[in-house]
């Protein structure tokens, strides 16, 4: 069977099609969306609260 070529059912075709195309369509969003939200900068708040966290978790990988 090295040479057997494996057949796909008819309406598979147009089903596989769309499914690429769905996943294309979505990671296409999904990247638009995040290139997006990048474009504000973080507020004050924000900093803030992401250096108090990366200094928790320093402090908590320190303790173990």
């Known amino acids: 069977m090295a040479g057997a070529q494996r057949r796909?059912?008819?309406?598979?075709r147009p089903a596989l099609?769309?499914?690429?195309?769905l996943v294309l369509?979505?990671?296409?969003?999904?990247?638009?969306?995040?290139?997006?939200?990048?474009?504000?900068?973080?507020t004050e708040a924000q900093v803030e609260a992401l250096t108090a966290q990366?200094?928790?978790?320093?402090y908590s990988s320190n303790r173990q």
Do not use: M, Y
């Open 25 to 42: 369509a979505v990671t296409s969003f999904d990247i638009h969306r995040s290139i997006k939200s990048n474009e504000i900068p973080p």
């Open 54 to 58: 990366i200094e928790d978790a320093k």
């Open 17 to 21: 099609a769309t499914a690429a195309l």
């Open 8 to 12: 796909i059912l008819p309406g598979a």
